[in-house]
């Protein structure tokens, strides 16, 4: 099968990472993290764009697209210490929601199928539904518990007429039984929407959704330690869903529905990594990147940065399994390992 390529910009792999093709599956076997592009935007709700987010994230960096980079945090190089492979994107078309959903899924299917850990580069949410549909066609429904930072719930029923949207995946992966709704876990939700009967289904669901004010109140790291808890009960696996606009419009202005008095992207960058460190991330997502309301790329830069603080977890966590060790971030830079 002939590939097509990235379908909204220069074709390239992530910070130059191997290229690997999933029509052959040899090409990818024994990989530890596959990232996988679904520029998608067909369901946004306001503004539209990111489309162009996936390769906005795979190519804002100003050093080199070497494949490799070490953590200063962590002190690893994912893209060398994992075997990170790049799978290039999966041709969508926005006026096919179900044929992109689809094609979507099937591929993150295969990803997960093979024993890595598929990175999806969005698109708007809207994707959160196939992406985490397929981890769990591996894992099994119901298995895998999810973390999801957003704004926004993303649990209404039907908008604009139809099922599919950026505002409804999370009400269709309950709803199908790939993820358990007294296991999601929301942290950023804020903001005026959703009303009293969304939220009472929610919690219907036995959800649990951290909106701004607890957190502020509570601290961050408190609200992510009881979360932890929670995932980790009666599930084989973690999916982490993070939609770029949790966090405040100052630190992310290139996203389609931006709400103000969200996360900080150091507050959003040190919980994606402690997420990935602490809990066994079967996969992730970063979505809603619309580069064509960013500004001097910082939007695109927070979504770059997020994968590789993912990716270095990920490669600390494994080592550190290995050796017996643990990781310490009190530890100074120039004090070793």
């Not at 405040?248 to 960058?269: I, V």
């Not at 603080?309 to 390992?337: F, H, K, N, V, Y």
């Amino acid at each position: 099968m002939s590939r097509y390529g990235q379908m909204f910009g220069p074709d390239i792999t992530f910070l130059g990472v191997e290229r690997c093709d999933l029509d052959d599956p040899a090409g990818y076997a024994g990989a530890d993290v596959v990232i996988l592009g679904a520029p998608f935007d067909g369901g946004t709700s306001h503004r539209p764009g990111a489309r162009f987010g996936p390769n906005a994230i795979r190519q804002t960096c100003y050093l080199p697209h070497d494949g490799s980079r070490p953590s200063l945090a962590l002190r690893v190089d994912a893209l060398r210490d994992l075997r990170v492979l790049d799978a290039g994107d999966v041709e969508t078309y926005a006026g096919d929601i179900e044929g992109s959903l689809r094609a979507i899924e099937d591929a993150v299917a295969r990803i997960a199928a093979s024993g890595a850990v598929p990175v999806v580069l969005g698109g708007d949410h809207t994707i959160a539904l196939p992406d985490a549909t397929g981890v769990a066609r591996h894992h099994g429904f119901g298995r895998v518990s999810m973390i999801h930072f957003d704004a926004h719930a993303d649990t209404g029923d039907i908008e604009f007429g139809h099922l599919h949207g950026h505002g409804q995946p999370m009400r269709r992966l309950i709803e199908s039984g790939a993820i358990r709704g007294d296991r999601f876990l929301q942290i950023g939700l804020r903001g005026y929407w959703p009303g009293p009967e969304i939220l009472d289904w929610m919690a219907g669901q036995r959800m649990r959704s951290y909106e701004m004010t607890e957190i502020v109140a509570r601290g961050l790291d408190e609200c992510l330690t009881e979360a932890y808890a929670i995932a980790l009960d009666d599930c084989d696996g973690v999916y982490l869903s993070v939609d770029v606009d949790v966090c405040d419009p100052g630190h992310a202005p290139g996203t389609g529905t931006p709400e103000p008095g969200g996360l900080s992207a150091r507050q959003l960058l040190d919980a994606v990594r402690r997420t990935c460190y602490e809990l066994p991330v079967v996969g992730l997502e970063i979505v809603e990147v619309a580069p064509p309301y960013d500004h001097a790329d910082i939007t695109a830069y927070l979504g770059n940065r997020v994968v590789l603080e993912a990716l270095s977890a990920i490669a600390r966590r494994r080592r550190d399994a290995a050796e017996g060790t643990r990781w310490d971030p009190r530890r100074p830079l120039l004090d070793g390992r």
